[in-house]
């Protein structure tokens, strides 16, 4: 099993930085690795994906060249670096792992099977 635990979120002005951790324990291996969103309303986003035994990564166009995901591989951490953050960006983002697959361009193909508790993120305008 793969026990996630995210933090980082908080509030900030549209325009502003945050940055997301993930800490990931319990199975050691490749997998994929990334984050998904849930604004109020509105269905779950895949967001970006990372492979844990390297540093392809993907992303969805909303947030591509804004967001960037990373890894320390050392400490199973990943983390999701938001910049020009917009208010549309506000949701819970959840951290998750696919242990099934791999990490694929089209995003609609993450289907992960561990789940983190979420941390809200909020822009104002």
């Known amino acids: 099993q793969v026990q996630l635990m995210e933090s980082g979120g908080g509030s900030v002005q549209a325009g502003g930085s945050l940055r997301l951790s993930c800490t990931a324990s319990g199975y050691y291996g490749g997998y994929c690795i990334g984050w998904f969103r849930q604004a109020l309303d509105k269905e779950r986003e895949r967001v970006a994906t990372i492979w844990t035994l390297g540093s392809l990564a993907y992303y969805a166009d909303s947030v591509k060249g804004r967001f960037t995901i990373s890894q320390d591989t050392y400490n199973s951490t990943r983390y999701l670096q938001m910049n020009n953050l917009k208010p549309e960006d506000t949701a819970i983002y959840y951290c998750?792992?696919?242990?099934?697959?791999?990490?694929?361009?089209?995003?609609?193909?993450?289907?992960?099977?561990?789940w983190g508790r979420g941390t809200q993120v909020t822009v104002s305008s």
């Open positions: 998750a792992a696919s242990t099934d697959g791999y990490c694929y361009r089209d995003l609609s193909r993450y289907e992960p099977n561990y």
